[in-house]
């Protein structure tokens, strides 16, 4: 039988459980807001930009396959660590990682140093945590290189000054850092709701053992009472 000593002790447990995981959602709750203040001014810029890649002729460097990878950077995050490694799972064998795992903001020429050392590449792919919604996040992979071009197209003709490497590094670091900030989002929106919840069941789990703390407390003062009237009456 559970004593009152050991009751008192999980509720102590779980009141310090609870101060931890509402620490944790509230350093959550302020880098979410700050990323979505971002993030989708970042995004609207990116897909923008992405749209000129219409008008030129992907040219492959080489026969490399790269696979970038942007991964929730810590646990407590809801089940996105694990869809991550999922999804990766046996399915790109032939390509080389290069895997990002930070939870800090980084610069564009972070990426672009990224960029530069994916040399003699013929396809990149990236693979994400695709922001959808505070609550829905999903593992997303997009192939950055080559993109669809159609030949039969009237595309414009570039003047001569115009640096196709210097746009190409420019699309694929855009890309790169878009990737990186729906994948901080996201961990940021998951570990916030999971917080929450484990914020909430803290709770109910100490409202359900003060009320059997209580009851068992109680018992024992009646037993107690009972067993001195007996005594008194020479029962």
């Known amino acids: 039988m559970t004593s009152l000593r050991e009751i008192q002790s999980r509720v102590n447990g779980l009141k310090t459980t609870e101060k931890i995981t509402t620490v944790m959602k509230m350093i959550a709750i302020t880098k979410y807001r700050k990323l979505s203040q971002i993030f989708p001014k970042n995004q609207a810029f990116v897909e923008q930009f992405q749209k000129t890649k219409q008008y030129f002729k992907p040219v492959r460097k080489g026969n490399k396959k790269y696979l970038v990878t942007f991964e929730p950077a810590r646990g407590l995050c809801s089940s996105l660590n694990t869809k991550f490694a999922r999804f990766l799972r ?120 003060k009320l059997s703390y209580n009851k068992k407390r109680q018992e024992m003062i009646t037993k107690e009472i009972a067993e001195t009237g007996c005594s008194v009456y020479g029962e």
């Open 90 to 209: 046996d399915k790109y064998q032939d390509y080389s990682i290069i895997s990002i795992k930070d939870n800090e903001i980084k610069p564009l020429d972070f990426f672009e140093k990224i960029v530069g050392k994916m040399d003699d590449f013929s396809e990149i792919k990236i693979a994400y945590i695709h922001f959808a919604s505070t609550s829905r996040h999903l593992v997303q992979e997009d192939t950055l290189f080559p993109w669809a071009y159609d030949e039969g197209r009237d595309f414009y003709v570039m003047n001569e000054a115009f640096n196709y490497e210097a746009w190409l590094k420019r699309y694929l670091a855009l890309s790169l850092n878009n990737a990186f900030l729906s994948t901080q989002i996201s961990e940021n929106a998951a570990r916030m709701l999971a917080m929450d919840s484990a914020s909430k069941n803290a709770e109910e789990l100490i409202r359900e053992l």
